[in-house]
């Protein structure tokens, strides 16, 4: 079964530090693709990123960063530089497809509090 | 703003009634996806549409449907609604159906059932 593991409930940093939340899945398909969505106190669900299960390479968005290593199944996101603004639930997720549809796995999430 | 609009907002409702939430996907977008947000089930894949077909099924309770218009809209039926189905409903939309599109959400219908 297809499964998103968020170890981390809720991570508190002080702005201008650097955090990473992890993401560990679990899926027996060859082809899968990864998300990261963002929920702010607002409650929209706002996408991030998406990576496909042949690119293990880094990606860097100005201060966001993800980390793919099939090796250990973790798809980790990293914020550099924090500030107010990140604070947010985040999500990770695991697209689960088949010849028909698709449908997204979520993780629990992780609540981010950046404080000033 | 994803360019999926979910109608109402809000919602407050009876235990025992029926309530539709609607959907206007991304323009171009062919798939709508439903998804339920509850404190103690987290975001859980309820179904997806492609084009007017049900496509995908996750934990979607009988009591729910949910239907694809040919203008591409879609409604969710909730119908004998008990306390438990107090949640946030999001509509997603992508271009296709069977692949790795990332889904765009709509604001989410906030559904409190009393």
């Known amino acids: 079964a297809q499964k998103v593991t968020q170890a981390q409930t809720e991570i508190s940093v002080v702005e201008k530090e650097d955090v990473t939340l992890d993401c560990v899945y679990e899926?027996?398909?060859?082809?899968?693709?990864l998300f990261w969505y963002k929920q702010p106190p607002s409650g929209e669900l706002v996408f991030l990123i998406r990576r496909n299960s042949f690119d293990e390479q880094n990606e860097i968005s100005g201060r966001y960063s993800w980390n793919f290593q099939k090796s250990t199944s973790s798809f980790n996101f990293t914020i550099t530089a924090s500030q107010v603004v990140d604070s947010a639930v985040y999500f990770c997720a695991l697209i689960k497809i088949n010849q028909a549809g698709t449908a997204l796995i979520f993780g629990k999430g992780t609540t981010l509090s950046v404080s000033s | 703003d994803s360019g999926v609009t979910q109608t109402p907002k809000h919602l407050i409702t009876a235990t025992g009634q029926r309530v539709t939430l609607r959907c206007s996907p991304r323009?171009?977008?062919?798939?709508v996806y439903w998804y339920q947000q509850s404190l103690d089930q987290g975001l859980q894949f309820l179904i997806q549409?492609?084009?007017?077909?049900?496509?995908a099924k996750g934990n979607i309770l009988e009591r729910f449907s949910a239907q694809q218009f040919p203008d591409l809209h879609s409604e969710l039926n909730l119908s004998s609604l008990e306390l438990g189905d107090s949640a946030l409903y999001f509509c997603a939309s992508s271009a296709h159906a069977g692949s790795g599109d990332e889904q765009f959400f709509g604001p989410g219908t906030r559904l409190t059932v009393l």
């Open positions: 549409y492609y084009n007017g077909e049900e496509r």
């Open positions: 899926t027996r398909d060859t082809t899968y693709y």
């Open positions: 323009s171009g977008d062919l798939s």
